[in-house]
């Protein structure tokens, strides 16, 4: 009978890790897809700046319609920050394999929600009272919502474009029955002014050397970067969003 042949010894010290392989070439550049995500935002920054109005300067001067802070910061930062912190969400979900298009519906009740429990409260009342409510009511709605969905996915196994398609309808539906004037408040009610004026659309107000007005309102771009930093650490250095990469790489 023929025996197996010795095994090799090893040559590292008993208990000491196995050697890991050497990190691969350009390891904390941006990789091509990235690069070329990158190149597509600069070149459409470009774009719009080549294509903007000059805006006149009390000085008789004018300057770039597009390149400046009252534009980036109050037309495009402050609107995007909602579409930017839905992109997150949605990122765990297209790295986990998965796909989400329902998260328009998703926003909209989530809003409408926020709106119908804050028009119940006086114009006057107290910001610890309603600030508190509207942060737990707009991501409660988002995470009921959410689990929805993972729950159709996961109990029933379906594709999840096809449950979110379905849900999309569904969630849209429920906001419009609430709803039916699509807007809130109504009926002679109003929202806190702690809530819309003293914090979401609390404004800074900086005065420019031209004589000119710039006004930022921070709290949305704080809530985009905070929601975004949380992003990153979850999926780069939590344990669980290791996990999210490797049910994406394979199920």
Known sequence: MSSLPPAEPSTSAPGAPSPRPD???????????????????LLLGLFLSAFAQDVPLPDGGAANGFFRLDNLAGSVAVP?????????????????GGIDISVGSIFALSAL???GALQHFPSNASAWAVIPLALAVGPGIG????LVNGALVVGLRMHPFIVTLATLSIFRGLA????????????????????TRHFMSWTIV????????TLIQPVPILFMLGVTLAGWVFLSHAVGGREVYAVGGNE
């Open 23 to 41: 990190r691969p070439p350009g390891r904390g550049l941006p990789r091509p897809a990235e690069a070329g995500l990158i190149l597509v935002i």
């Open 80 to 96: 995007m920050s909602w579409i930017a912190i839905m992109a997150v969400g949605a990122t765990v979900v297209i790295v986990a």
């Open 113 to 115: 929600g926020v709106a």
């Open 206 to 213: 900086r005065h420019e050397a031209s004589g000119s007005v």
């Open 176 to 195: 419009l029955v609430a709803v039916p004037t699509k807007s809130l408040p109504t009926g002679g009610l109003s929202l806190p002014t702690a809530f």
């Open 143 to 146: 995470l009921a919502c959410g």
